[in-house]
């Protein structure tokens, strides 16, 4: 009996459409599995989360969909199709070697790596450090799943993304204390997801690992919009931006998908920018291309207090580059 036989139908139902999502009612997918839900899906937003823990979860990701915007109030959920690994997405009128000439070159790509870099030596306590502390106690204690532990993480993690501009006015963080952290800090040091943490750009190619990965930012999101809202009426807004400064704060394995990034892997062709396995995939692949020059720069900042992980340097390079050019324009206007 294959796993999720009890939803096949839904599975049928998912198949044959051809559409890249679907929002459904609670109600219109029991019509489709010809039986009433259990009493834990009107209550608990985890019963919906792409994890197999509940075998619902087959039905849509045997049908290659995963579930998100899960509605308990409304009783809504939108199920999207996973994108094919590296299919993309952006339209250009390049070739593929046109558009690897016009990236980034890779010591230019050096250069903002290491102008990045000199801001958290220049400034002992900047909040370019910010970074290091966190990433260094999540190091430290992995392994490690007590209260505790969890507390201490909990703390590193808020003052890292509050750095890092993740508590500002509209987001919900500023209305929660630190421990709203603490399942999504209990989730991270999981044991199934030490193979994320400083993981080679070779490695994060892997499909397995892209879906480990995957399936971690959707736990990530899905434990903060289950906490109590910060505005009435309104699901805790986990955006990819939160989610991926998290995943490299902890873990080092994704740049930060913020405004300077998504901006600078766009503009050299690197990937879309859409947080997605596909764009993933993309700078990790830009990554291994130049492989024997960004090594040199690993190694030489690493040596001074914490290893860098390949996807923080990716961060650093396309965050200073933004940064670089958006500045130069200020000074000529």
């Given at each position: 009996?294959p ?39 009107y209550?608990?937003?985890?019963f ?6 509940h ?5 849509w ?7 998100e ?7 809504t959920?939108?199920f ?5 690994m590296?299919e ?7 070739s ?23 801001e ?6 900047g ?20 209260n ?14 509050a750095?890092?501009?993740m ?90 998908y ?33 492989k ?10 690493s ?10 340097l990716?961060?650093?390079?396309m965050w200073?580059?933004?940064f ?5 324009k200020e000074?000529?206007?």
């Amino acid at each position: 009996m294959p796993l999720g036989d009890k939803y096949l139908r839904l599975t049928h139902y998912l198949n044959k459409l051809e559409k890249e999502s679907i929002k459904m009612t609670f109600a219109e997918i029991e019509n489709e599995l010809g039986e009433a839900l259990p009493a834990s899906a009107y209550v608990h937003q985890a019963f919906w989360s792409n994890s197999t823990s509940h075998a619902i979860a087959y039905g849509w990701l045997n049908a290659g969909f995963r579930s998100e915007q899960i509605n308990i109030q409304e009783q809504t959920i939108v199920f999207r199709k996973k994108p094919k690994m590296c299919e993309k997405k952006e339209k250009t009128d390049y070739s593929k070697k046109e558009i690897l000439k016009k990236q980034l070159d890779p010591q230019t790509a050096v250069k903002y790596i290491r102008d990045y870099f000199y801001e958290t030596v220049k400034d002992e306590h900047g909040r370019y450090k910010s970074w290091e502390h966190c990433y260094k106690a999540f190091g430290e204690h992995r392994g490690k799943n007590d209260n505790a532990t969890i507390d201490y993480l909990s703390l590193h993690l808020s003052f890292y993304l509050a750095s890092w501009g993740m508590y500002r006015g509209s987001s919900f963080l500023l209305q929660k204390d630190y421990k709203i952290h603490g399942a999504v800090v209990s989730t991270i040091l999981e044991g199934k997801y030490d193979v994320l943490r400083n993981i080679s750009a070779e490695n994060l190619m892997k499909a397995e690992n892209l879906d480990l990965l995957m399936e971690l930012s959707d736990r990530i999101k899905q434990l903060y919009a289950n906490e109590r809202p910060s505005f009435e009426g309104n699901t805790n807004n986990v955006t990819d931006t939160l989610t991926t400064k998290i995943l490299l704060g902890t873990l080092g394995c994704v740049p930060a998908y913020d405004r300077y990034y998504v901006q600078t892997v766009r503009q050299y062709h690197i990937s879309s920018g859409q947080y997605n396995a596909c764009s993933v995939r993309n700078v990790a692949e830009y990554y291994v291309r130049n492989k024997d020059v960004f090594e040199v720069v690993k190694n030489e900042i690493s040596q001074h207090r914490v290893e860098y992980p390949a996807m923080k340097l990716m961060d650093m390079c396309m965050w200073q580059a933004a940064f670089v050019e958006e500045n130069s324009k200020e000074e000529k206007m």
